[in-house]
């Protein structure tokens, strides 16, 4: 079983609906990310938190929201969805101890039309 | 944070090294070196890291030059399984903050039968 998991990973949705993606995580990180790749480009930063209690805008956190459930959960929630968020959407986990290396999910490919 | 210059892509006939370059010249003292590589519709994975040394492990090598200003990373049989785009990321982890990866677009390697 896959380490970082995603739900949907796809997902199309209409212009002013409010949806969530989930990530769920089995390796037991008090890290979680939350980056958006668009075409042609690196992944740019959203939220990330630290623990259950600690989160933290990135880059482009307007129009996100996140909410950590747990410390194996993360979700990210677009309020009210607008067609310049369609991109792809990557979870990651991180142990600060070591090589604090970060471990991605699969990705969630959100369509606003 | 500290910029990395990366060719948009590269060729490599399979079985063959690969070097792929990476220019930050002005990286910082705390700031680390990692690679990171993002297969075809999937996340991106770690690949390797470094401070000053070179350093080595079953993915690849990672050459640092001594003033620090570039990088290579070090394919050394190419396959077509490492066909992606490969990421230069510079982690400074002196202040003990975010710890958050930055990437820009990265070098596109595409391997040739």
């Known amino acids: 079983d896959a380490d970082v998991t995603q739900t949907p990973r796809n997902r199309i949705t209409k212009t002013g609906k409010r949806i969530m993606l989930e990530c769920s995580q089995t390796?037991?990180?008090?890290?979680m990310y939350w980056y958006r790749q668009d075409p042609g480009l690196g992944l740019r930063l959203i939220y990330y938190?630290?623990?259950?209690?600690?989160?933290n805008k990135g880059e482009i956190s307007d129009g996100y929201s996140v909410s950590r459930q747990a410390q194996a959960k993360f979700s990210l929630s677009l309020e009210s969805a607008i067609p310049n968020q369609t991109a792809l959407y990557f979870c990651?986990?991180?142990?600060?101890?070591?090589?604090?290396?970060?471990?991605f999910g699969p990705g969630t490919r959100l369509t606003v039309t | 944070d500290a910029k990395t210059t990366q060719p948009n892509s590269m060729e490599s006939n399979e079985e063959e090294p690969v070097h792929l370059p990476c220019n930050h010249s002005t990286i910082s003292g705390t700031d680390y070196i990692h690679w990171y590589r993002q297969l075809p519709s999937q996340g991106p994975e770690y690949v390797i890291h470094g401070l000053t040394s070179n350093v080595n492990n079953r993915m690849a090598s990672l050459a640092i030059a001594e003033d620090r200003k570039s990088s290579t990373l070090i394919l050394h049989r190419a396959t077509l399984r490492d066909a992606a785009v490969y990421y230069c990321i510079l982690r400074d982890f002196s202040s003990g903050s975010a710890r958050q990866l930055t990437f820009g677009s990265g070098t596109q390697l595409t391997v040739l039968p």
């Open positions: 938190s630290f623990d259950v209690k600690d989160i």
């Open positions: 390796k037991g990180h008090d890290r």
């Open positions: 990651a986990t991180s142990d600060p101890r070591g090589r604090n290396e970060q471990y």
